[in-house]
């Protein structure tokens, strides 16, 4: 199933939807499913609202992470090496502060098991 469309309240093909379920109304999506040959609409509501406390950063700034960078991936070595990060021999690992890669598809590299 696809998902092709998806308004905000208040969009062209949402008002009837925003007088039925109010501020509760998140999104509206048109999802298609080439099997059944039909269209579905579906919404998201908000059914509960409570406090919460956002934890703490894992990292900050001027951390020193830990990745994990297979030898055979030479594009993503350079783009380490770019923002300074510094391979480290005896562990095996590329080490760069995460505030040179907050945001960058270089997250996804970070070795949790390479601190200590």
Known sequence: MKTRLTLKPGQHGTKSLVK???DALVCVRFRYDP???Q????VELIVERSDWTPPAPRFTNDTLVPLRIKATEVAIRNKVK???GRWN???KLWFV???NIVGTQLEKYIDVDGFG
């Open 20 to 22: 039925k379920y109010g």
């Open 35 to 37: 099997e059944t040959k």
């Open 39 to 42: 269209r579905l609409k579906t």
């Open 82 to 84: 770019a923002v300074g």
């Open 89 to 91: 021999p005896e562990r």
């Open 97 to 99: 502060t995460y505030g």
